[in-house]
């Protein structure tokens, strides 16, 4: 069964940051390979209109794509087969994703998303890169929540260039 | 020489978290004696005077109590004769903060005064333990800072209750 996962580079301080480490020679082949192990794709709207869903097709991957809205897709989203708009709500978008993504992970992608799949309980993972820098400003990877979720820790990777914290939401 | 400590507890979400580890079975030994290894006390105006100088003795442990304030302390601060109000920066309360801890840590209090430590340059390591939850809400312990700070982590302890990160603040 698919695991959906948030995975997000982060400063000690909150904000998002670039996956900048795991360019470097010393990025751990445990790490890689779980961000690598993804078998569909969840963003949002706003996300995937950004960059005009990566073109049809999520940096060449070659996974699906589903996003959630109550709106119909662009005309031009016709073109994208690999794409399929949602149209009722994050639980069925997540239930159709993990199914696309069979024993791989589904990456859930979009700061709106991100808050809207942990609340309604459909986020299984957190995978955390905290990168030894206080940013100072930004975009902060988490917002206020409408309430407390507990997390477990399933493992810890050590690296001079990122802490990498994979946690389990707690159901 | 004395080293200048800002040790907290956050959840993921980067709210400040009470140590409850701390008072479980499984806290680590080496992190609670860093914990431990206060000699002095550095801490904004606002915090000691929410609990009153902790009666002019940190929890009981005896150590000098640096205040940074442009004011002079309220007229019964005399009776307390291991609290020094310093009235010339934050970089002078260090100072003298670290003569009177020796060998040991200078431990920063105070969200406002970490801040101003930070800024000035002599805040030297920041410990942080990161509890397995998203609270949601609260006071964050890293608020919107004037640049960018380099961090090097100098060591991780995991364990199921908390990740515990101590890093240098890079010069």
Chains 1, 2 share one sequence.
Do not use: C
Request: cysteine-free.
């Amino acid at each position: 069964m698919a695991v959906s996962v948030l995975d997000m580079s982060v400063s000690l301080d909150g904000f998002i940051r670039l996956h900048e480490w795991a360019f470097g020679p010393g990025a751990p082949e445990e790490v890689l390979g779980e961000m690598n192990a993804m078998g569909a794709v969840l963003a949002g709207r706003r996300t995937v209109e950004q960059v005009d869903h990566w073109g049809g097709d999520h940096h060449g991957s070659g996974i699906r794509i589903f996003v959630p809205s109550t709106r119909p897709p662009a005309p031009h989203v016709a073109n994208y087969p690999l794409v399929t708009y949602v149209h009722d709500g994050i639980a069925s978008a997540m239930a159709q994703a993990k199914a696309a993504a069979g024993d791989r992970h589904v990456h859930v992608i979009g700061a709106d998303t991100e808050q809207r799949a942990l609340a309604a309980g459909v986020l299984d993972e957190v995978h955390i890169h905290q990168i030894p820098v206080l940013f100072g400003r930004g975009r902060r990877l988490f917002d206020v929540l409408p309430s407390r979720i507990e997390l477990d820790i399933v493992r810890v990777v050590n690296t001079p260039e990122a802490t990498h914290i994979r946690y389990r939401v707690r159901t």
